[in-house]
């Protein structure tokens, strides 16, 4: 060990003639340490947020997403399917019409999303667990086609699964004509379905309706056109890549996004968040850490006489610079290794047991979600390290300078 830290250890743990000395170490030890702490805990809760969000956006969103770059429809041609299949990596591709449309149910009506999807969309498997009743199935047995509908827009019109003589009115504007007469039968399409199943997943999809192609299609005038084409990945690669890869096979025609890219604002806002809760807790960290620099300045000034008789002994100023950045930085790693270790048990009982929970009975997890990323905790320590060695290094500096004059 070199003599400097030898030194600041035998300072560290010999008892100070002024007590509250001691004192000030240990409450700037313990102010890093729940720094330090509420730091891993805050950002692995926020974590653990982006990666629940991540979960909701898998559950109905596709891994990629094509659009058309002007407009709301394109032309859907075989070449076009072929280009896609043959994209290392993609292994369903589901056809969608999707726009806003009213939708009735007896003696109420509401505005709702309607997505049409063909027969890939039951092979996904998205929705399986966020059916609450029902099934996902959109074609009977008989041919009969069937709705799926969320669980807001149950909500909304009063809708029974068992009511098989209630029919799910869709109306949608009928294209081509100049003026829209909103009293008029003539001015919607309209488009009779059974409600088959109700999914739950959170509120922003709360206005949707899910039902076959066909019947969307023909609802909304579409003749073969499509707004979207959803692309689900095989296991092995990742979104970006692939989107990144029909991207460049599609050309500027086309709209090419990853799930991430469907839902930046949010994720953007949540790292922004993240973002500025750390700066926080870093200043809370400095303020926690200023008792470090008080201090080694108070301890300078009692081992006056130490420095001193160390300096006859030959010492350098650069090494009794050392011994005090020593000492500051043995409260500093001791108060950061402690809060380290005690965020991350916070976190893991948190992960494994729950203690604090959501305190809702409609949220989509029981206790609040926390994921720990070890790049986190190392730029937590790292922050530490940095802020207590610039507080150390004043009072360090100081007491070399006195030192060498006491010399003089």
């Known amino acids: 060990m070199d003599i400097s830290y030898r030194i600041a250890v035998r300072y560290f743990f010999s008892r100070n003639k002024r007590s509250f000395i001691s004192l000030i170490a240990r409450i700037a030890m313990a102010g890093v340490a729940v720094g330090t702490m509420a730091m891993v805990v805050v950002l692995s809760v926020f974590n653990g947020m982006e990666d629940l969000n991540r979960k909701i956006f898998k559950t109905f969103d596709s891994d990629v997403r094509i659009l058309p770059a002007e407009g709301k ?17 993609v292994k369903l591709v589901t056809k969608v019409v999707e726009d806003n449309a009213l939708a009735r149910y007896g003696n109420q009506q509401t505005i709702i999303r309607l997505k049409g999807v063909d027969s890939t969309f039951e092979q996904q498997g998205q929705l399986d667990t966020a059916m609450i009743e029902g099934s996902l199935k959109l074609i009977g047995n008989n041919g009969t086609p069937y709705a799926v509908i969320a669980e807001g827009v149950r909500n909304a019109l009063s809708i029974s699964l068992e009511d098989i003589f209630t029919p799910l009115e869709l109306l949608y504007p009928r294209t081509g004509s100049k ?8 001015a919607f399409n309209q488009l009779n379905l059974r409600p088959g199943g109700v999914f739950s997943i959170e509120s922003r999809y709360d206005d949707y309706i899910i039902a076959p192609l066909k019947q969307v299609e023909g609802l909304m005038g579409y003749n073969g056109e499509l707004s979207a084409l959803e692309v689900f990945i ?10 990144e890869e029909i991207g460049a096979k599609l050309g500027k025609a086309f709209v090419v ?3 991430d890219s469907l839902n930046a604002d949010l994720l953007r806002a949540i790292k922004m968040e993240k973002l500025f809760v750390a700066v926080t807790l870093s200043l809370i960290i400095l303020v ?29 100023q650069s090494l009794i610079r050392k011994i005090f950045i020593a000492e500051g930085a043995i409260v500093a790693f001791s108060g950061a290794i402690a809060g380290l270790l005690g965020g991350i048990t916070i976190c893991w009982l948190q992960i494994r047991y729950g203690f604090v929970s959501m305190g809702m009975t409609t949220s989509l997890v029981d206790a609040y979600p926390v994921k720990l990323i070890w790049e986190d905790i190392l730029y937590t320590g790292v922050i530490v390290v940095m802020i207590t060695m610039v ?6 500096r100081r007491a070399a300078e006195a030192g060498a004059l006491l010399r003089v």
Request: avoid cysteine; glycine fraction near 6%.
């Open 179 to 186: 003026t829209l007469n909103l009293t008029s039968p003539e």
């Open 73 to 89: 429809r394109f032309k859907m041609t075989p070449s076009l399917m072929s280009e896609l299949k043959a994209v290392d990596g």
């Open 288 to 316: 926690a850490a200023i008792n470090i620099f008080f201090s080694l300045s108070m301890l300078a000034i009692e081992k006056k006489k130490d420095v001193s008789m160390l300096y006859a002994m030959g010492a350098t």
């Open 257 to 259: 996004k990853d799930r």
């Open 234 to 243: 095989g296991p092995g690669y990742t979104e970006k890549d692939v989107s």
């Open 391 to 396: 507080v150390s290094y004043i009072p360090a």
